[in-house]
């Protein structure tokens, strides 16, 4: 039932797709080069913190998020293996991908999870949440492209929220090992 109504979603987001190539251009760049934009707020949040070290903190936990959220993929995939929609010969593929477990999304829990946890901080709050929003548009056009199950996205939102849960949980310990990066590279750098 639940594959059924996967594959059902999968067509109904896959099925524009191959019908006009310059929106096809537009969203499988956005599908493949999303995350480099969120690499590239991420630094944005560092190099622009002066001395805020608040800021500072928000950039380095969803840097931690990511991490964590991406080792928890690579843990399920050893244990849950799931066919991406082109190895299943369900709609068109837009964009070249190596035949491998698609469950979850490793591009959606990377964004996700960094998206995430800026919202437990108030100072990227706003940020956050509408990374959160670009994240999940960047999952649907992985879906677009024929890359990933819709199911794969859930997959990932819930990956992500376990993963940035859990670097909250642990930031007092996190800012220990934040605050002696931060002496090292201001002596470096300042």
């Known amino acids: 039932m639940a594959s059924s109504l996967n594959q059902t979603l999968f067509l109904s987001i896959n099925q524009s797709a191959g019908q006009n190539p310059s929106f096809d251009i537009i969203i499988a760049s956005f599908a493949e080069y999303a995350p480099v934009f969120y690499a590239l707020v991420i630094l944005w949040l560092w190099f622009s913190a002066k001395n805020n070290d608040e800021q ?14 991406l080792s928890i993929n690579l843990l399920i995939t ?26 979850p999304s490793d591009h959606t829990t990377l964004m996700v999870s960094m998206a995430l946890s800026l919202m437990f901080s108030k100072i990227t709050r706003k940020l956050g949440g509408v990374l959160v929003c670009l994240g999940l548009v960047g999952g649907l056009s992985r879906v677009y492209c024929g890359l990933h199950y819709p199911f794969d996205i859930v997959g990932s939102v819930f990956v992500s929220l376990l993963a940035s849960f859990i670097v909250y949980q642990f930031r007092g310990f996190l800012s220990i090992l934040n605050q002696r990066i931060f002496k090292h590279y201001d002596a470096l750098f300042s």
């Open 78 to 103: 050893l244990f849950y293996v799931h066919p991406r929609p082109f190895m299943d010969h369900l709609g068109i593929q837009l964009i070249p991908h190596p035949s491998e477990s698609s469950f």
């Open 56 to 69: 500072r903190h928000a950039a380095f936990y969803a840097g931690y998020s990511a991490v964590l959220g």
